[in-house]
């Protein structure tokens, strides 16, 4: 199995930039691809970013992308993360799949992945 523990988060201004990381542990060559996602107060657990650790390819939702990067290999992901607005407040939770897909869709869903961290917050003030 693979246990991954998020860190990094933190309180940050409007228009400013915080890298979470996320530490993976365990059987990591297994490890297909890692994502981020986020949960704000009162909405469902949204997709962020994702990357295939062999291939290093990349997804990122429309609301994140030029702003967030995901790097990293299994054993350390990262999550760089400019000019954040109000509306990246959220927690953060990292996530691993053993899972291979041809199609990088699978990598948006939640349901792929099935080792989870605890967490980490980010709030980012005005």
């Known amino acids: 199995q693979v246990q991954v523990i998020e860190s990094g988060g933190g309180l940050v201004q409007a228009g400013g930039s915080l890298r979470l990381s996320c530490a993976a542990s365990?059987?990591?060559?297994?490890?297909?691809?890692m994502g981020w996602f986020r949960q704000a107060p009162g909405k469902e657990r949204e997709f962020v970013a994702a990357?295939?650790?062999?291939?290093?390819n990349t997804y990122y939702a429309d609301s994140v992308k030029d702003r967030f990067t995901i790097s990293g290999d299994k054993s350390t992901v990262y999550l760089q993360m400019n000019s954040l607005g109000l509306e990246d407040t959220a927690v953060y939770y990292c996530?691993?799949?053993?899972?291979?897909?041809?199609?990088?869709?699978?990598?948006?869903?939640?349901?792929?992945?099935?080792?989870w961290g605890q967490g980490t917050q980010v709030t980012v003030s005005s």
């Open positions: 996530a691993a799949t053993t899972l291979n897909y041809p199609v990088g869709d699978y990598y948006r869903a939640s349901r792929t992945y099935a080792t």
């Open positions: 365990g059987r990591t060559f297994t490890t297909a691809a």
């Open positions: 990357m295939t650790v062999r291939e290093k």
